[in-house]
Antibody, heavy 119, light 107 residues
Framework: QVQLQESGPGLVKPSETLSLTCTVSGGSISSYYWSWIRQPPGKGLEWIGHIYSSGSTNYNPSLKSRVTISADTSKNQVSLKLSSEIVADTAVYYC?????????????WGKGTTVTVSS | DIQMTQSPSSLSASVGDRVTITCRASQSISTYLNWYQHKPGKAPRLLIYAASNLQSGVPSRFSGSGSGTDFTLTISSLQPEDFAIYYCQQNYNIPYTFGQGTNVDIK
């Protein structure tokens, strides 16, 4: 059974870069897309972007200038970097596996990691 | 971006009730629509993909329908473990977008 675990610093200062890691266990990251999604306090879910195991990426245009998603197949990990942090980036960050065939859907999610942006 | 609008935003229901949640897209998305269940502190769970396909392991009391711009998630007989927030999500266009959520709580 595939499981995802997000990890990273719980607190980031404004203007710094947030780095999060999603460790995949029980299966390989190969041949799947891997998404990052976030949920600010009291708000809905926002798709940040995704990466295919080969390295191709797509990002939400609203964040594209600040986001980098990468994958390390040797470690079975996917990473998210979000630069120039602002208070509005405070959120629970989730990683999810996305199945892509005739349809696309996120079938396995992590429990999320909380990130607070504050000085 | 495609806007996804759910209604209602919240509802109160009793165990055994039939519950219907609707999701409307700002443009046609064919059947590129998924439904997720989310409980606080837990990982979101995929319920329905491609508008009407039940994800493996999800109870048959959950069903989805619709195409184009209007979609429905139905719980035929609400169970105690179904009290949660439900989200629709389109993957017709990037950026993928979610509805604002429907909070289903106990009456």
């Amino acid at each position: 059974q595939v499981q995802l675990q997000e990890s990273g610093p719980g607190l980031v200062k404004p203007s710094e870069t947030l780095s999060l890691t999603c460790t995949v266990s029980g299966g390989s990251i190969s041949s799947y897309y891997w998404s990052w999604i976030r949920q600010p306090p009291g708000k809905g879910l926002e798709w940040i972007g995704h990466i295919y195991s080969s390295g191709s990426t797509n990002y939400n245009p609203s964040l594209k200038s600040r986001v980098t998603i990468s994958a390390d197949t040797s470690k079975n990990q996917v990473s998210l970097k979000l630069s120039s942090e602002i208070v509005a980036d405070t959120a629970v960050y989730y990683c999810a596996r996305m199945v892509a065939g005739s349809y696309y859907y996120m079938d396995v999610w992590g429990k999320g990691t909380t990130v607070t942006v504050s000085s | 971006d495609i806007q996804m609008t759910q209604s209602p935003s919240s509802l109160s229901a009793s165990v055994g009730d039939r519950v219907t949640i609707t999701c409307r897209a700002s443009q046609s998305i064919s059947t590129y629509l998924n439904w997720y269940q989310h409980k606080p502190g837990k990982a979101p769970r995929l319920l329905i993909y491609a508008a009407s396909n039940l994800q493996s392991g999800v109870p048959s009391r959950f069903s989805g329908s619709g195409s184009g711009t209007d979609f429905t998630l139905t719980i035929s007989s609400l169970q105690p473990e179904d009290f949660a927030i439900y989200y629709c999500q389109q993957n017709y266009n990037i950026p993928y977008t979610f509805g604002q959520g429907t909070n289903v709580d106990i009456k």
